[in-house]
């Protein structure tokens, strides 16, 4: 099962700021969190990823709580081609080591 | 351009019948995996491969094969023994297995079996 818990969709104005929250309240120490987004019927595009430092990148920003069990992504300005399900993901060790095991994500809706 | 090819993109197979899905890269990476999707789901690990030659079941590799001869390359053979094979297939590829680096995905096959 996915370590995560995210809201099943989100709606966002064109050029407002999309947050996106993820629960991973069992994480470990040294487990990552990773996110992906995936448009309708192509394969997931990796976004973001951090350990426990605030993140940014050309695409999003990635904000981490003090004690590690949720993250925040933020779209600063989001627009029509953000539309996607987005999915939070805490790298696994173990068995299947470094496996992303994916949820179901959260689908954005950006609107106009 | 470097990145990760899936071919086909659309797949049909008649039932009963095994079929393969490619997947290359050219990214030089040592890691390779297989997921499979179903409509409204999440990806669900098949198979991944650490290195040349070696591989390892996901959480749903019943009815799965693969192979890792070359390092840029990891196909998946659907057998007939896969009950509910219709679905769409993702392959990905990163540097290695530690938690901290990223993978990147192929543009998927979709499977439909007729």
């Known amino acids: 099962d996915a370590k995560t818990t995210q809201p099943p969709s989100m709606d966002c104005a064109e050029g407002r700021a999309a947050n996106l929250p993820c629960n991973h309240s069992t994480i470990s120490g040294n487990e990552y969190v990773y996110w992906y987004r995936q448009i309708h019927s192509q394969g997931p595009q990796y976004i973001i990823h951090?350990?426990?430092n605030n993140e940014t990148n050309e695409m999003a920003s990635l904000i981490i709580t003090e004690d590690r069990k949720s993250s925040t992504l933020i779209l600063p300005h989001a627009t029509l081609r953000d539309t996607a399900v987005y999915y939070c993901?805490?790298?696994?060790?173990?068995?299947?080591?470094?496996?992303?095991?994916f949820g179901k994500g959260t689908k954005l809706s950006v609107k106009p | 351009d470097g990145g990760i090819t899936q071919s086909p993109k659309y797949l049909f197979r008649k039932e009963g019948q095994n079929v393969t899905l490619s997947c290359e890269q050219n990214?030089?990476?040592?890691?390779m995996y297989w997921y499979r999707q179903d409509p409204g789901q999440g990806l669900r690990l098949i198979y991944y491969?650490?290195?040349?030659?070696?591989?390892q079941k996901g959480d749903i590799a019943e009815g799965y094969s693969v192979s890792r001869e070359k390092k840029e390359s990891f196909p998946l053979t659907v057998t007939s023994a896969q009950k509910n094979p219709t679905a769409f297939y993702l392959c990905a590829s990163s540097i290695g297995t530690g938690w901290n680096t990223e993978a990147f995905f192929g543009q998927g096959t979709r499977l439909t079996v007729v």
């Open positions: 951090g350990l426990k």
């Open positions: 990214l030089n990476h040592d890691a």
């Open positions: 993901i805490v790298r696994v060790y173990g068995g299947s080591q470094g496996n992303l095991i």
């Open positions: 491969s650490q290195i040349v030659n070696d591989f």
